[in-house]
């Protein structure tokens, strides 16, 4: 079955209107197997893009090893998970240039490297406000992650041998409970509030709170599948940084190209039918 074919076989259902929500009626209800096609539309679209998009996921391979091998000499390792998931905090950002490779296949434009990068100026200020909100947030999820290790293991160095030692002890399985709980937390507001703001801002000239918004509409009236994709950015990402980092080359250009037709499957356009 191609591409096409699939879209026309799983189209999504007709938002209901008003529906109590403020635009509302801006987002559609769809079915859980428009996950699967928003993976196999990223796909073609890092297909059809050519060196493009591997070669903006190779960035964050530098910078993933570049982070590591910082953290190491500076023996400050404990900060390598917390940076894991501060990369993820992050992710819809970072995937802005490959929402334009998207929305360039979309377009029937040759995908540009160059234009990849300055996908931001399509709606600077409220891009680079997102951005500034999600490197705060990003932020404050590093400063609890010390915060908590210093009152878990007040007495123990903050090296790495030193977490390795407490990482199987019933103090330090009660730190990795919390931490991962506190994870799921931030993790949950970030992709609650982004999921379809980014891509929506770079789309057309919403403001950030308008962006949220909406994007928290797609996730409250598509729960279960929002959730099925959720844990699929998980995982595949999970996946690409289990490889060393190497694997999010692939990985992170396929997620992002999927969250672009996420985006356009979720969200109706000004002129667009539900």
Not at 50 to 74: C, D, E, N, R
Not at 104 to 115: A, H, M, T
Not at 138 to 144: Q, T
């Amino acid at each position: 079955m191609s591409l096409e074919d699939f879209r026309q076989t799983a189209a999504p259902a007709a938002a209901p209107a008003g529906a109590g929500f403020p635009r509302a009626d801006e987002v559609r209800i769809v079915d859980a197997a428009r996950v699967a096609g928003w993976l196999w539309a990223g796909w073609a679209d890092m297909r059809a893009a050519g060196w493009v998009s591997p070669a903006y996921g190779a960035m964050f391979v530098v910078i993933g090893f570049a982070l590591t091998a910082g953290l190491t000499m500076l023996d400050m390792a404990y900060l390598i998970a917390p940076m894991i998931g501060a990369f993820l905090l992050v992710s819809p950002l970072l995937t802005l240039g490959l929402y334009q490779v998207s929305k360039d296949v979309e377009e029937g434009r040759r995908p540009s490297f160059w234009r990849a990068l300055c996908a931001w100026r399509a709606n600077p200020y409220h891009i680079l406000t997102a951005g500034l909100v999600l490197m705060l947030f990003m932020m404050i999820w590093v400063r609890l992650n010390v915060i908590a290790f210093a009152l878990f293991f007040p007495y123990v160095s903050m090296s790495f041998a030193s977490l390795l030692e407490q990482t199987f002890t019933l103090q330090g399985m009660f730190f990795t409970a919390f931490i991962t709980a506190l994870g799921f937390a931030f993790a949950s507001v970030a992709f609650v509030t982004n999921v379809t703001a980014l891509p929506m801002m770079l789309d057309r000239p919403e403001d950030i709170f308008s962006a949220a918004l909406v994007s928290i509409i797609a996730v409250v009236k598509n729960p279960r599948v929002m959730a099925l994709w959720a844990a699929l950015i998980v995982l595949v990402t999970g996946i690409g940084m289990a490889t060393a980092f190497v694997g999010l080359a692939v990985a992170l250009p396929l997620i992002g190209h999927a969250s672009w037709h996420a985006y356009r499957d979720l969200v109706i356009r000004p002129g667009e039918t539900a």
